[in-house]
């Protein structure tokens, strides 16, 4: 029997693959199986995939015909899961040896849907620990309790779908497939589809998870239409948190979340391309138009001065008809990384 199945997707990652695989067999048991899903690279990633297909235990190699980017990269795994367990790592980040051991030892011992874990971001030369932003370690928690306060960062701001482990059951429920087709911030539905709708999880503070960040090929390095999709992943967030029956309680933080995304993107605009930027003005005048007026004018007042008087002028901004979808992308998915505080 798998006790745990590995999904990890590639993308043209040959300078940082060696290290993933590395760590991959250090974290080896004969009932762990690793699927190796390269999303058509066009450098020397098959190369290695291929090698590790014959070398490392455990491994299953599935390579797209055509690239589509993270979020379908993971759901070609999940659907060639056959783990009691199931967990993620992107192609150019690495484990601590044993890691995922002690990380299956965690959710067995607490008998929860899921598990959080802290982890260390990477940054050339720089360590920095990032910790899941829930202070109850070890104990069985509601999920939904953990989505409030809006005002504050919660575990819906901490999306990283490889910082943890999930039970089968989740994905026999629906639960752990993303949306097919997003390029960037594909997590931020998932992980609020998650703590809506599992029912118990917990915390660990297993520092076993190495997240490279500034990687050239990472679309936060990119400023390109392909970063506009948080767009599309936030209004699936508000769309389907508004149908939740505490919605009135959780809005204010969907939409809170989504107003400091972005300005975030707002904020940094120079980096993307001019029609891209013009294009995510657009794009985010009308998805202010679109948020629920009471819970924008709390999400609105409770932001500090600049960021709020930005979007308020955002929001009074001409609409030129772009959709929540956007522009049609051009060239391949590249695996997205977005960032912005809540």
């Not at 899921?114 to 990477?122: E, G, K, S, Y």
């Not at 970063?227 to 933080?253: G, N, S, Y």
Request: proline share 5%; with cysteine; glycine share 8%.
């Amino acid at each position: 029997m798998v006790k745990l199945s590995v999904i990890v997707p590639f993308f043209n990652v040959q300078t940082f693959a060696p290290d993933t695989l590395r760590s991959l067999r250090a974290n080896a048991r004969e009932d762990f199986e690793f699927i190796l899903v390269d999303d058509c690279s066009t450098d020397g990633t098959p190369a290695l995939l291929e090698r590790a297909g014959r070398e490392l235990p455990g491994a299953v190699v599935l390579r797209h015909a055509a690239n589509g980017g993270l979020a379908t990269a993971r759901n070609t795994g999940l659907d060639t899961a056959r783990g009691e367990y199931v967990t993620f790592l992107d192609g150019d980040d690495w484990l601590a040896p044993g890691h995922y051991g002690r990380l299956l030892g965690v959710i067995e011992e607490l008998a929860v849907d899921f598990v959080r874990t802290d982890h260390v971001q990477c940054t050339g030369r720089a360590r920095t620990v990032h910790r899941a932003p829930e202070g109850r370690r070890g104990v069985v928690l509601d999920p939904r309790s953990a989505i409030l306060p809006a005002e504050r960062s919660t575990s819906v701001d901490y999306p990283y779908a490889w910082a943890g482990i999930y039970h089968r059951r989740l994905l026999d429920e629906g639960l752990l497939h993303f949306t097919d087709g997003l390029r960037t911030a594909e997590d931020r539905p998932w992980i609020w589809r998650l703590h809506r709708e599992a029912r118990t999880f917990a915390v660990t503070g297993s520092l076993g998870i190495f997240y490279r960040r500034g990687v050239a090929t990472s679309l936060t390095q990119i400023g390109d239409v392909r970063q506009l999709d948080f767009i599309r992943a936030f209004d699936q967030v508000v769309e389907e948190t508004a149908r939740d029956k505490d919605a009135d309680a959780l809005l204010p933080k969907a939409v809170r979340t989504y107003c400091a995304i972005i300005s975030h993107h707002l904020s940094a605009i120079e980096r993307f391309e001019p029609a891209v930027a013009r294009t995510l003005r657009s794009m985010s005048a009308s998805a202010l138009r679109r948020m629920p007026p009471e819970s924008l004018k709390d999400a609105l007042n409770s932001m500090d001065h600049d960021r709020a008087a930005r979007l308020r002028r955002l929001r009074r901004r001409p609409s030129f008809g772009s959709s929540a979808t956007g522009p049609v992308a051009t060239g391949p998915a590249i695996a997205g990384r977005e960032s912005g505080a809540a």
